[in-house]
Each structure stands twice: as C-alpha cells, then as structure tokens.
C-alpha cells in the first residue's frame, strides 16, 4: 500500500497532468526522488523524498529539463494536446525520430481528431492500429498521400518531407501560405528535393525551419524534439489551439 503522502502526490499530478497514465505517474515521482539514506532505493526509506514542485509548471516527463533548447516548445505542444509521451513510459524520448504513422497521428490531434469513418487504404494500416483513424483522414486531406501504396508506418520522416506535411495541412485549412525564405542562404539547401522545394521555401519563410544555423538538413530524420519546435512554431504562426 502506498504511503499517504505518496497517494497525494500521484492525484496532484493526475490533476497537472490529466493525460498521464499511472506508469508516468509512477515514473515522475521517481524521477524527482531525493535520497534520504544511501544512495538509490533501501528499506528504510524506498525510492526517497519526492520533490514535485518543478513540476508543478513543468512536464510529466522524466527526460526533459528546463534547460534543455526545446523545452518551452514541448511545454507548448503538450498543453495544446499535439504531443504525449512514449507509450507507457513517462518519458517524451525527444532523441528518437519521428514516424509516419505518428505523424498522421499529429496533424489528425490538431485538426481536432474529427469523425472518420474507417477503410482499408493501406495494406500496413488495420483497423485496430492507434493510428487507423488518423491514416485515413490524413489519405482523405491529402495532407499525406502514402509511400508506394503503403502508408509507410513504422518508418522515419525526413525533414524535407515533415516540412511538406505541414505545408499541405496548412492549405488544407486555409492558413497563408505566401511566405517564402531562401534556400540558398543555407549551405545544404541545394540538397532539398524538387518535390518538397516549395514547401521548404515556405517552412524557412514562415520561421518553420532554419532559425539560426547555417544547415537546414533537409534529407536528415526529423526528431520528436524538432518536431515539437516545429509545431509549437507552426500553431502559434497561425495563432490555433
């Protein structure tokens, strides 16, 4: 049985952090732990005195810090419901890239994840997959169009194609999409495919992408960082959710 305090601080955070499962509940309290023994759990004390107070403004995420460069952006995309945690995990795993299917997943959460009706389009997309909704809304926008007849899940974005995938949602929508910023100003720009130029144009433009570096690595994998730089700046460009 938990102890008191222990209980309190678990519905405290439930309270800061509604979309936490009990998992990244459990691994907050941990991750915030002040040993009041030896170092590391002991059977006098267990894991510690957990101290929440930062997070009290801050993430439910065991691996995101306050200094860390995207910090305020997660903060922002997790606010506005665009982005959650790994899985189960508590962790936001801001290193690892981001995937087609999570992709879909995203641009459906920010359109309002409104009411599909559910078919089968894509032979690597089934109906009980997290992402079958959003696979087929993004189909029917055309904000994605799938990969040689397969959505493509499971595998890595490029950076160039991520910038794509947001311009194609913002026509989609309406928003202005006249902004257009130089490749050239950027030492691999050239390296940008002919198919997503226009929207790199437009990413660079509108402040999307390539804030101060000299690189835009437009054949690189987008990261969940980036990709949560990329959406914070993207929805408040155009002053949504």
């Given at each position: 049985?938990?102890?008191?305090?222990?209980?309190?601080?678990?519905?405290?955070?439930?309270?800061?952090?509604?979309?936490?499962?009990?998992?990244?509940?459990?691994?907050?309290?941990?991750?915030?732990?002040?040993?009041?023994?030896?170092?590391?759990?002991?059977?006098?004390?267990?894991?510690?005195?957990?101290?929440?107070?930062?997070?009290?403004?801050?993430?439910?995420?065991?691996?995101?810090?306050?200094?860390?460069?995207?910090?305020?952006?997660v903060l922002d995309v997790y606010?506005?419901?665009?982005?959650?945690?790994?899985?189960?995990?508590?962790?936001?795993?801001?290193?690892?890239?981001?995937?087609?299917?999570?992709?879909?997943?995203?641009?459906?959460?920010?359109?309002?994840?409104?009411?599909?009706?559910?078919?089968?389009?894509?032979?690597?997309?089934?109906?009980?997959?997290?992402?079958?909704?959003?696979?087929?809304?993004?189909?029917?926008?055309?904000?994605?169009?799938?990969?040689?007849?397969?959505?493509?899940?499971?595998?890595?974005?490029?950076?160039?194609?991520?910038?794509?995938?947001?311009?194609?949602?913002?026509?989609?929508?309406?928003?202005?999409?006249?902004?257009?910023?130089?490749?050239?100003?950027?030492?691999?720009?050239?390296?940008?495919?002919?198919?997503?130029?226009?929207?790199?144009?437009?990413?660079?433009?509108?402040?999307?992408?390539?804030?101060?570096?000299?690189?835009?690595?437009?054949?690189?994998?987008?990261?969940?960082?980036?990709?949560?730089?990329?959406?914070?700046?993207?929805?408040n460009l155009y002053g949504i959710?």
């Amino acid at each position: 049985m938990a102890a008191p305090h222990i209980t309190a601080i678990a519905a405290m955070l439930k309270l800061l952090y509604p979309d936490a499962s009990p998992v990244q509940v459990e691994a907050l309290i941990k991750s915030c732990a002040k040993d009041l023994g030896d170092e590391g759990r002991d059977d006098i004390y267990g894991m510690g005195f957990p101290l929440v107070s930062h997070l009290i403004t801050g993430l439910p995420f065991g691996d995101i810090h306050e200094s860390d460069w995207f910090y305020d952006m997660v903060l922002d995309v997790y606010k506005k419901g665009c982005m959650t945690g790994k899985g189960d995990t508590g962790y936001f795993d801001s290193m690892s890239y981001l995937v087609r299917q999570d992709a879909a997943l995203l641009l459906y959460r920010m359109a309002g994840s409104p009411a599909v009706l559910y078919r089968d389009i894509y032979p690597d997309v089934s109906v009980d997959d997290y992402f079958a909704n959003a696979a087929v809304w993004a189909y029917d926008s055309g904000v994605m169009t799938g990969n040689s007849g397969k959505l493509g899940a499971w595998s890595n974005i490029y950076r160039q194609d991520f910038a794509l995938i947001l311009f194609r949602y913002a026509n989609y929508m309406g928003y202005d999409t006249s902004a257009r910023g130089d490749l050239s100003d950027y030492a691999d720009g050239a390296l940008t495919s002919e198919y997503a130029w226009e929207a790199m144009e437009w990413a660079v433009g509108a402040g999307i992408l390539g804030q101060s570096v000299e690189n835009l690595n437009p054949l690189g994998y987008v990261n969940r960082a980036e990709t949560a730089a990329m959406i914070s700046r993207f929805t408040n460009l155009y002053g949504i959710m």
